[in-house]
């Protein structure tokens, strides 16, 4: 598990070098990367839940592992993956040639999709208040 307060004293000492630079490479940082580290830095996890990065140079790609202390699934482990969006490799073939050809459009589906309504023909339940 990565420790959340290295991170944050690694990024005040990345930002006192001079710049949003990454781990080894030098490469400079995405914004998705310091979106990340900052999400992470602010993170306040409850005892049951962990994060565990496999490559701690890569923030975008992580495992979330839960593990209930009581009701029905005590004593269970769940584990979730997240890894960064490739729209090379997509799982959703539409979506990722709409992200490639028309990002705007594609950020409008993702809102309709999350607030309830329908991209295309699918219809998608409210996920937001």
């Known amino acids: ?58 923030l975008l790609n992580f495992r979330l592992i839960i593990s209930p202390d009581e009701g029905f699934y005590k004593g269970g482990k769940f584990v979730f993956s997240f890894k960064e969006p490739n729209p090379e490799d997509p799982l959703n073939k539409e979506a990722a040639e709409v992200l490639q050809t028309n990002r705007r459009l594609f950020e409008q589906n993702v809102h309709r999709s999350l607030r309830g309504g329908y991209v295309g023909a699918t219809y998608f339940e409210r996920c937001l208040k």
């Open 1 to 58: 598990m990565i420790k959340l307060f290295s991170l944050k004293q690694q990024k005040k000492d990345e930002e006192s070098a001079g710049g949003n630079r990454t781990g080894a490479g030098g490469k400079k940082a995405s914004a998705a990367q310091l979106r990340i580290q900052k999400d992470i830095n602010e993170l306040n996890l409850p005892k049951t839940c962990e994060i565990n990065f496999p490559d701690d140079d890569d």
